[in-house]
């Protein structure tokens, strides 16, 4: 290999990473929060509270069968009403839900078959995190790091690696040159 196709090859990979690591982080970062709905079969949200900023977007994810979110409370002006249909309908795993709160304040809400010891908030704020410099509502043992999935993290760290090494190598074959059986004469 010459250093013409090592270089066109190198800058191809590279160009490569950087694309898959710039579409990792755009879709890392299009929620806000997701809370398990009965995770593991427990009667819970998982976070149970949760903060954002307006104009985010929660999602509830469920994690096992017969709940349902019912709303409790909203901030004066929002019009969130919980998952669909009468209170008594529930959902099953593998159910997905989404709201965007746009008012700030605190809805409280609760899965009407297990109530009252299954019940959640979501606090609106400025911010989107607890006061005092807590994080986004996300537990400490949560893999989440500002708001992004951890293995977005390692795929940035690893692209910047890979950038770094291809120009490294570079550098080397342009400073120190090709090996003598490189020419393909012999």
């Known amino acids: ?40 079969g427990n009667l819970v949200y998982e976070p149970s509270e949760v903060y954002v900023k307006p104009g985010d977007t929660v999602k509830w994810v469920w994690d096992s069968d017969n709940h349902n979110i019912q709303v409790l409370s909203t901030p004066e002006g929002a019009t969130w009403e919980g998952t669909e249909g009468p209170k008594t309908k529930t959902y099953n795993t593998g ?5 965007t709160f746009e008012t700030k304040g ?4 609760q899965c ?3 109530a009252p010891s299954m019940a959640g908030q979501v606090i609106v704020n400025e911010e989107g ?7 986004g ?4 043992a949560d893999p989440k790091h500002m708001g992004v999935p951890i293995q977005a993290h390692f795929v940035g760290i690893a692209t910047i690696l890979a950038i770094l090494v291809s120009v490294m190598f570079t550098f080397f074959m342009l ?7 490189a020419s393909g004469g012999d």
């Not at 250093?3 to 710039?22: C, I, K, M, P, Y």
């Not at 995190?129 to 994080?135: E, F, L, S």
């Not at 509502?137 to 400490?140: L, M, P």
């Open 175 to 181: 400073k120190y040159g090709e090996s003598p059986h």
């Open 95 to 99: 159910h997905e839900y989404e709201h």
């Open 129 to 135: 995190k607890k006061p005092g410099g807590g994080g």
């Open 1 to 40: 290999m010459n250093r013409r196709e090592f270089l066109r090859t190198g800058a191809g990979a590279t160009a490569v990473a950087a694309a898959a690591s710039a579409s990792t982080a755009g879709t890392a970062s299009a929620q806000a929060a997701e809370v398990t709905v009965g995770p593991g």
């Open 112 to 114: 009407f078959p297990h």
């Open 106 to 109: 605190t809805y409280e809400y």
């Open 137 to 140: 509502g996300q537990k400490e």
